[in-house]
């Protein structure tokens, strides 16, 4: 598995595998995954070489992590890059409660999520971490969802990105510069909110799930090449952007595909034809460039695309496996399919 060194700061070196593994799938996103199958397929993906974990208190309310707790117990610390996330605090549901992350979530703990981004919100939220992922380090903390698409507006994420930089931020700070993390950023899907995180605070990575894709390349803008000037890494989350990159010309056709998590408009089905009919005339998969595209740009260290299944880790690592050809690439933005200033390696 390959694998890229990330080493910004000078606290300690990171070497992340160009394939990552996101554990919201093994915390029973969208259906119950049994135990053994969870294992099943974290022990599939470290077989295959990938070291670099994701996680957060969200994902299945607290499950992915603790899932990761046997798995990681008998593997030597140094061996992966653990990531975990501050911003939502796992608190037991009052009478009556609704519990807002059920319906995406299932079969989860009994518990309700409840944003805080204050300092010692973001403090209590890795002592938690802590002792669900049964570990004594994690490497890499990220604030979550500080985007519109989760906090409604752009007031609602105003506030919510204030209450983070006169807190949550002062405490990754401070673990940082204590050697406890070594490195922070922020898990977004909006790049718009990382370029703003960037101006104001010291930043190390950003998780940033669907915006950079073979679909779509909007943080070229302005927001890449600003983490490329200071030496911020990007782990691409969401590379098939909601699956519509993954998915079959029939299964398109049949209304089964998905953008940001809802039905796929015209345009999207329209622009994923086109990218698949030259992926094809290529001999690539689409699905393979999908996953390789990101990795061309060089502050990329990593992409995490979703695996719920054997079947899904095993695809995803032929994806990273693959080499596209330049003319692939070439041919894309002749056809105004990728941006002309997009890198591709």
Known sequence: MKSRLWDRGGNGALNF???????????????????????????????????????????????????????????????????????????????????????????????????????????????????????DRIDVLYAHDLDIFNHGSQEALNARLAEFMAGGYLALLSLREQGVIRAFGAGLNEWQPCEWLTERGDFDLFLLAGRYTLLEQGPLESFLPMAQQRGI?????????????????????????????????????DRVSRIEAVCGAHGVRMVDAAFQFPLGHPSVVSVIPGGQSVAEVEANVRAAATIVPADLWAELKAQNLLRADAPVG
Request: aromatic residues 12%; without cysteine.
């Open 17 to 135: 595998t160009e394939l990552g593994f996101g554990t919201a799938p093994i915390g029973n996103l969208y259906r119950a995954v049994p135990e053994a199958e969870a294992r099943a397929v974290l022990d599939t993906a470290w077989a295959h070489g990938v070291r670099n974990y994701d996680t957060a208190p969200l994902y299945g309310l607290g499950l992915a992590e603790t899932r990761l707790n046997g798995f990681l117990r008998d593997k030597p610390r140094d061996s992966y890059v653990l990531a975990s996330k501050v911003g939502r605090l796992l608190q037991l549901p009052k009478p009556g409660q609704d519990r807002s992350a059920i319906g995406k979530f299932y079969d989860v703990p009994s518990r309700v999520e409840v944003y805080d981004y204050s300092y010692d919100g973001a403090m209590r939220s890795v002592e938690f971490s802590l002792e669900r992922l049964g570990v």
């Open 233 to 269: 890494g990007i782990v691409l989350g969401g590379p098939y952007n909601s699956g519509v990159l993954a998915m079959s010309a029939a299964d398109r056709a049949a209304g089964k595909a998905f953008y940001n998590y809802d039905p796929a408009p015209q345009w999207v089905l």
